[in-house]
């Protein structure tokens, strides 16, 4: 049987009194957190929902300190599938969990972290919206984006998503390079790094990727790595001396972290394989994603899948920028993905699910406090391998989203 809108859980017999698992996410408000979960659906019954998937009733489960210890808070109806919890503490986390109870069997969602407080203030980078732009990257003083958007070429019977530069202030689109992507403006605002695979030759390993910068004061491009490898995702140091990037040019079986000096040089690998999903058998599921350089460019930080429980989930993890051993950097039941550093290194911002669907949240590196910066306004948030990045004042954070069938880029105030 396939049931829609829920998580079949593995220990109940559909022969007997099947129940489902509610997918549960929430929005927060002010002072108050909404908690939804979806309808049972039946794909092959006339009937729908089926009487077999039906729980009796539902119970909420909250906690206000330990998402381990939740407690019975109040019981709804089978037919409620939306509640909302008032008179909460704006600032504060708390975690939730659903139980479908039938009359047999009981089921319980994930728990989610939510923290209330008042709805954020979101605004789109474009006036206009009518074609791609995501993965943004601003430059020091906001007047111009490199985003990654469609380009096509030879009559519109060619197309690849491709680098450009936007200026505000005279609306001017400049392509910078076909076939790219994953760009970051340098901390001195002249260069921009990406990845490209435009004039790469197809090898029997696929297609080659490398590093390239761009100058934006004389519009020159220098290639930094070169040969048959694919190394992507790159991200300079707080300083500009160095671009982190991911690489499989050591063979092994995990795209791994290199460095290479941002004005040419030699390549120096960070990481050897982690070794420790030896059950994941796709490279890009074992390896590293998203880097981010620590301002005192002792540490990166990057998001990997790990084995927890019956599962796995993406945690954020930290690795000296010399080599050594990872540790974990924002501790999680969840999945985390797109760690970036704040500009005064102090705070990690990040996209994450604990809410129930992917938002944006930001952790204090000392004090391992949370702050959940979206998750009032409906915007589906790009989450892995994405980006997002904060200005250079540190009060935005710039993030990819979708607007009427189109992905294009929006600002949230950090408050």
Request: aromatic share 12%; with cysteine; net charge neutral.
């Amino acid at each position: 049987m396939t049931i829609l809108g829920c998580q079949k859980d593995p220990s109940v017999d559909i022969k007997t009194d099947e129940l489902y698992t509610p997918y549960l996410t929430s929005v927060r408000d002010n002072g108050k957190i909404t908690l939804m979960w979806g309808k049972p659906a039946c794909l092959y019954c006339a009937n729908c929902p089926c009487p077999q998937l039906d729980p009796n009733h539902f119970e909420i489960f909250v906690s206000d300190s330990d998402p381990s210890d939740l407690k019975f808070h109040s019981t709804v109806s089978n037919n409620i599938f939306e509640v909302a919890i008032n008179n909460l503490t704006n600032g504060k986390p708390y975690y939730f969990a659903i139980r479908a109870v039938g009359q047999k069997e009981f089921t319980v969602s994930k728990t989610v972290m939510t923290i209330p407080e008042n709805a954020e203030t979101v605004q789109p980078l474009f006036p206009t919206i009518d074609n791609n732009k995501e993965l943004g990257t601003w430059s020091n003083d906001q007047s111009k984006i490199g985003y990654i958007s469609s380009y096509f070429w030879n009559n519109g019977n060619n197309e690849s998503q491709s680098l450009f530069v936007y200026s505000f202030s005279n609306n001017a689109e400049l392509l910078v390079e076909k076939s790219s992507r994953s760009p970051e403006w340098s901390p001195t605002g002249q260069k921009i790094v990406y990845q490209t695979e435009n004039g790469m030759v197809n090898s029997g390993q696929g297609m080659p990727c490398h590093i390239s910068v761009y100058n934006t004061t004389d519009s020159t491009i220098k290639r930094l790595t070169s040969g048959s490898a694919f190394n992507f995702l790159p991200t300079w140091s707080f300083g500009g001396e160095w671009i982190a990037f991911l690489s499989n040019k050591a063979g092994g079986q995990e795209y791994n972290i290199w460095k290479i000096p941002s004005d040419s040089g030699t390549a120096v690998q960070v990481t050897l394989d982690f070794n420790d999903n030896s059950d994941l058998g796709i490279i890009d599921d074992r390896s590293p994603k998203s880097l981010s350089w620590s301002k005192d460019g002792n540490n990166i930080a990057f998001s990997r899948l790990t084995k927890l429980n019956q599962g796995y989930n993406s945690v954020i993890y930290t690795i000296p920028s010399s080599g050594g051993s990872k540790t974990i950097l924002v501790p999680s039941q969840w999945d985390d993905y797109a760690p970036t550093y704040s500009p005064d290194g102090t705070t990690i911002a990040f996209v994450s699910n604990r809410s129930g669907k992917n938002e944006i949240w930001t952790m204090n590196l000392q004090t391992k406090k949370f702050k959940q910066i979206t998750g009032s306004k409906d915007k589906w948030i790009y989450a892995n391998p994405g980006k997002i990045e904060w200005s250079l004042s540190g009060n935005k954070i710039l993030f990819t989203s979708n607007s009427n069938n189109f992905k294009t880029l929006y600002t949230v105030d950090i408050n």
